[in-house]
């Protein structure tokens, strides 16, 4: 267990819909990072948080989003979803910001669009 | 670009065999961190190792045992006396740090199976 916390687990919605996957990083780390990994794309960098500020940026959707809050739960929130959107969501937390921080990964929410 | 590549997608091997996982990567920057996760059939992803650019010295964890070298831009994993739950795939990944933050760039990840 990497003290890392997502959720909801699965996620099944239909194409047009919003939803928000919810995230707790582990105790005393402050910078929240998501991923997306796709059969096709791999595992990709979305962005990062740090004590309630963004970061760095991935390639991420302009209908995707993301905010930290004051107590460092994160959520993405991902809208006017594709079938291309389907994907295992992660999220990770590490201790620092910048520099060479190990990253733990939550269980990750798999999302299915349909 | 940072880029990072596994050429191999698949490897099966039998119980008890050893296994070296190829890892290879672009950088230009002059410090940067390597990184190794897997990924158990269950889905979540969990760290093995960090190396660190300047670091070259090998290195052993039980089974498992990393090898750094600099001038091939390679970070090989070798896991010794395979077992079935050593069954998963496992990515390589690098970090890329700029002035905004950090974000891991992952390879397409091997997938190791080991029968019994």
């Known amino acids: 267990d990497s003290g890392v916390t997502q959720t909801p687990k699965h996620l099944i919605t239909a194409t047009g819909q919003r939803v928000t996957l919810r995230c707790s990083p582990r105790?005393?780390?402050?910078?929240v990072y998501w991923y997306q990994q796709s059969l096709d794309q791999g595992l990709q960098f979305l962005i990062q948080y740090y004590n309630g500020e963004e970061r760095a940026k991935g390639n991420i959707l302009e209908r995707f989003s993301a905010q930290q809050f004051p107590d460092l739960h994160s959520e993405l929130n991902l809208s006017s979803l594709e079938l291309g959107d389907s994907a295992l969501y992660f999220c990770?937390?590490?201790?620092?910001?910048?520099?060479?921080?190990?990253?733990?990964f939550g269980p990750g929410t798999r999302l299915t669009v349909t | 670009a940072q880029k990072v590549t596994q050429a191999q997608t698949e490897i099966s091997v039998v119980e008890k065999e050893d296994v070296t996982l190829d890892c290879v990567y672009e950088?230009?920057?002059?410090?940067?961190?390597l990184f190794w996760y897997k990924q158990p059939p269950s889905g979540e992803l969990v760290f093995l190792i960090r190396r660190n650019s300047f670091d070259e010295q090998n290195e052993i964890s039980g089974r498992y045992s990393w090898n750094f070298q600099k001038s091939t831009s390679s970070f090989n994993f070798t896991i010794t006396a395979s077992q079935v739950v050593d069954s998963a795939v496992y990515f390589c990944a690098l970090s890329e740090i700029n002035q905004a933050g950090t974000a891991l760039i992952f390879g397409k990840g091997t997938t190791l199976s080991v029968s019994s």
């Open positions: 105790s005393g780390d402050l910078s």
């Open positions: 950088t230009r920057d002059t410090t940067y961190y």
């Open positions: 990770a937390s590490s201790v620092g910001e910048r520099g060479p921080y190990e990253q733990y």
